[in-house]
């Protein structure tokens, strides 16, 4: 029942996809904007269903939708962030996969993020950038700015979990 970084949620998305793309060749690479947005429905659904935050970092609003900036420069630079090339960076690392089993020993967080995969999984990161510009927590924020875990907890709760 513990608070994870941003980059360890990450790391069980990225091993979600690599075991996905090993059963289902249909299955796309992670792309880091499709990992800020799932970051993002996560986050929302676990302050709207358990009251607590899933990562302790901010989540920003940038112009492609909510961001996690210690995600974006982990990956700056990189479209995919998976594969399963064994040549590749973008394999997982011991320590990555340690990470995955961390955040998935925490039953609320992997049903949260199994949730997540479920729901919003087989969408794009350009559907998941669109549906995010239509909801109230990044089109009231700023560009750039913090969106408040009290509006994303709200919003969540009236509007996703409703």
Request: proline residues 2%; negative net charge; glycine residues 2%.
């Amino acid at each position: 029942m513990s608070e994870f970084s941003a980059l360890q949620v990450v790391n069980w998305f990225r091993a979600q996809n690599v075991a996905d793309m090993k059963t289902d060749e249909m299955v796309e690479p992670l792309t880091q904007m499709k990992a800020m947005k799932l970051l993002y429905y996560a986050q929302g659904i676990m302050l709207a269903a358990y009251d607590r935050k899933l990562f302790s970092e901010n989540i920003l609003a940038w112009k492609y939708g909510p961001v996690v900036d210690t995600v974006h420069r982990h990956y700056i630079g990189q479209r995919s962030i998976t594969s399963l090339d064994e040549d590749s960076k973008k394999m997982l690392s011991p320590e990555e996969i340690r990470d995955f089993e961390i955040v998935n020993s925490d039953s609320d967080a992997n049903l949260v993020l199994t949730t997540v995969c479920e729901e919003y999984g087989d969408k794009s990161a350009i559907e998941l950038m669109n549906m995010t510009h239509e909801e109230l927590p990044w089109q009231s924020t700023t560009q750039s700015e913090i969106i408040e875990t009290d509006l994303i907890k709200k919003y969540f709760k009236e509007n996703i979990l409703a």
